[in-house]
């Protein structure tokens, strides 16, 4: 790593996890006895935006030896990858646990059972959640690629898997976030918040994590959702990372939905957006033949329009908009990863990265900075 590097070195010691983890849940649960961790696993690219931890806890209850699974989430040394909304909004781990169970108490859209949030017995911030059964699509490979969508999906299966997620994308939208006491997210300060402080936000963020370096698909595109703003603030509870590898799926029904640190106050189509950005992702931009029964993006907005009640006016503009936030986000993510090196800082991840070139096929402009990961 160069002296000239952005990267911060990213290293964690997970040597005492099993430990605290036992101290955490004999606090959380001091009717059961003889507590312990098994079966602890970190992925491998965990880390990055918030850690993932799967575990098992073993138990004694009522001189019953009993186990139960368990997913946490434990907040970066440096920080979640998202910009903050809020000054309520900083400590992503926080951010999630929060609006999860705003989201679990005020609709029918399903949420992981959430233990209470912590911030001290992990050293950093932490929630654990209990396991949901089900199966989640990949992102590598993709998922139109490899994987059960393709191997065990009738086309029936994989029609109704994308109708039960855009359902619960619309019950998101469905909240009343003032009656739900959401205003701690509200970018505006004043209880009107509008796509216009979101745009803010990203290109503050923009500036401040490319200290100085040039992006130039990155300027074309904020220049091109200025000009092209379509003026619709019909605002709601965004999801903001909404796409089929967020959500469990069991028996092809969303039984929770995951992900929640991207979560804003903003035109509720930026949703849409993103999960329509993905799915560019995952067949267009991989050459990968639509499987039979997967919906055309066309037949996805239709269906959201029919089970929202709300019409989706400018999808284009709005899967730009959600490409900008995802090619945002890769400047810090792509520092990180040289921070951990995984990438050599001369690749310059956080500019050229398969996102930035996403982006610029959606604008049909020049990308002079092209992609130099191989993942």
């Given at each position: 790593?160069?002296?000239?590097?952005?990267?911060?070195?990213?290293?964690?010691?997970?040597?005492?996890?099993?430990?605290?983890?036992?101290?955490?849940?004999?606090?959380?649960?001091?009717?059961?006895?003889?507590?312990?961790?098994?079966?602890?696993?970190?992925?491998?690219?965990?880390?990055?935006?918030?850690?993932?931890?799967?575990?098992?806890?073993?138990?004694?209850?009522?001189?019953?030896?009993?186990?139960?699974?368990?997913?946490?989430?434990?907040?970066?040394?440096?920080?979640?990858?998202?910009?903050?909304?809020?000054?309520?909004?900083?400590?992503?781990?926080?951010?999630?646990?929060?609006?999860?169970?705003?989201?679990?108490?005020?609709?029918?859209?399903?949420?992981?059972?959430?233990?209470?949030?912590?911030?001290?017995?992990?050293?950093?911030?932490?929630?654990?959640?209990?396991?949901?059964?089900?199966?989640?699509?990949?992102?590598?490979?993709?998922?139109?690629?490899?994987?059960?969508?393709?191997?065990?999906?009738?086309?029936?299966?994989?029609?109704?898997?994308?109708?039960?997620?855009?359902?619960?994308?619309?019950?998101?939208?469905?909240?009343?976030?003032?009656?739900?006491?959401?205003?701690?997210?509200?970018?505006?300060?004043?209880?009107?918040?509008?796509?216009?402080?979101?745009?803010?936000?990203?290109?503050?963020?923009?500036?401040?994590?490319?200290?100085?370096?040039?992006?130039?698909?990155?300027?074309?595109?904020?220049?091109?959702?200025?000009?092209?703003?379509?003026?619709?603030?019909?605002?709601?509870?965004?999801?903001?990372?909404?796409?089929?590898?967020?959500?469990?799926?069991?028996?092809?029904?969303?039984?929770?939905?995951?992900?929640?640190?991207?979560?804003?106050?903003?035109?509720?189509?930026?949703?849409?957006?993103?999960?329509?950005?993905?799915?560019?992702?995952?067949?267009?931009?991989?050459?990968?033949?639509?499987?039979?029964?997967?919906?055309?993006?066309?037949?996805?907005?239709?269906?959201?329009?029919?089970?929202?009640?709300?019409?989706?006016?400018?999808?284009?503009?709005?899967?730009?908009?959600?490409?900008?936030?995802?090619?945002?986000?890769?400047?810090?993510?792509?520092?990180?990863?040289?921070?951990a090196g995984l990438v050599p800082d001369e690749a310059n991840p956080a500019v050229g990265n398969m996102v930035t070139d996403a982006l610029a096929r959606l604008l049909d402009i020049e990308n002079p900075?092209?992609?130099?990961?191989?993942?």
């Amino acid at each position: 790593m160069t002296e000239e590097s952005h990267a911060p070195k990213f290293t964690v010691d997970r040597s005492a996890y099993n430990a605290k983890l036992e101290a955490f849940f004999a606090a959380q649960f001091p009717d059961r006895t003889d507590v312990a961790i098994n079966d602890l696993d970190i992925p491998v690219s965990t880390g990055f935006s918030n850690e993932t931890v799967m575990f098992t806890v073993e138990w004694t209850v009522d001189g019953e030896a009993t186990s139960d699974k368990f997913v946490g989430r434990i907040e970066p040394p440096d920080g979640g990858m998202f910009p903050a909304q809020t000054p309520a909004c900083e400590v992503s781990a926080q951010l999630q646990h929060r609006v999860m169970t705003t989201v679990a108490e005020h609709s029918t859209c399903p949420i992981p059972p959430l233990l209470p949030y912590d911030t001290e017995v992990m050293d950093r911030p932490f929630f654990a959640m209990g396991h949901v059964d089900g199966v989640v699509p990949a992102d590598h490979p993709r998922y139109s690629q490899e994987g059960f969508l393709i191997d065990e999906a009738t086309p029936a299966d994989r029609t109704r898997m994308n109708e039960s997620g855009l359902e619960a994308m619309a019950k998101i939208h469905a909240i009343d976030w003032k009656a739900a006491g959401l205003d701690w997210l509200d970018a505006s300060g004043t209880g009107e918040p509008t796509h216009g402080h979101q745009m803010e936000i990203y290109r503050q963020y923009v500036e401040r994590e490319l200290a100085g370096r040039e992006h130039p698909v990155m300027d074309a595109t904020l220049e091109w959702l200025a000009a092209n703003d379509p003026g619709d603030d019909r605002i709601g509870l965004s999801w903001g990372d909404a796409r089929h590898g967020n959500i469990i799926w069991k028996d092809y029904e969303a039984a929770a939905v995951l992900d929640w640190e991207a979560c804003a106050l903003s035109p509720t189509e930026a949703d849409m957006g993103w999960w329509l950005m993905f799915d560019r992702m995952t067949f267009d931009d991989v050459g990968a033949e639509r499987m039979e029964g997967f919906p055309t993006r066309e037949e996805m907005v239709a269906y959201y329009e029919q089970v929202s009640g709300r019409e989706v006016l400018n999808p284009h503009y709005w899967e730009v908009f959600a490409a900008m936030r995802f090619a945002s986000i890769f400047i810090r993510l792509g520092d990180r990863l040289v921070g951990a090196g995984l990438v050599p800082d001369e690749a310059n991840p956080a500019v050229g990265n398969m996102v930035t070139d996403a982006l610029a096929r959606l604008l049909d402009i020049e990308n002079p900075t092209p992609n130099n990961l191989k993942f």
